[in-house]
């Protein structure tokens, strides 16, 4: 991209005041200077922003931390726990099967 000199630069301003007038000129220069100010301020946040997230975060992997619970807490006590009691097979529980039901 060229460079512009003094002699392009007095040429654009002079364009500019043609087309927009002595009037609108002043104010057309204080809208640009204020958004060129805000469009700094903002990617300059950004850039903050950015540079300390690189900051805080840390080198290696988090350490993992290791809970041992105690071995009462863990096992259910024995009274607990009931089974039911055991039934006493006799030939009347057990029916064999017949020819018929085998069908």
């Known amino acids: 991209m060229p460079n512009i000199g003094p002699a392009e630069l007095l040429v654009i301003l002079l364009v500019a005041l043609v087309v927009f007038g002595p009037r609108k000129l002043p104010e057309l220069g204080k809208s640009l200077g204020a958004g060129l100010r805000e469009f700094r301020k903002s ?6 922003e950015f540079e300390g997230s690189m900051r805080d975060t840390p080198p290696g992997p988090a350490p993992v931390q290791t809970i041992h619970a105690p071995a009462q807490a863990v096992a259910a006590p024995a009274q607990a726990v009931t089974a039911p009691a055991p039934q006493a097979v006799t030939a009347e529980t057990v029916t064999a099967p017949t020819p018929k039901d085998q069908v």
Not at 43 to 48: A, E, I, S, V
Request: a neutral charge; hydrophobic letters at 15%.
């Open 43 to 48: 990617t300059q946040g950004l850039k903050d």
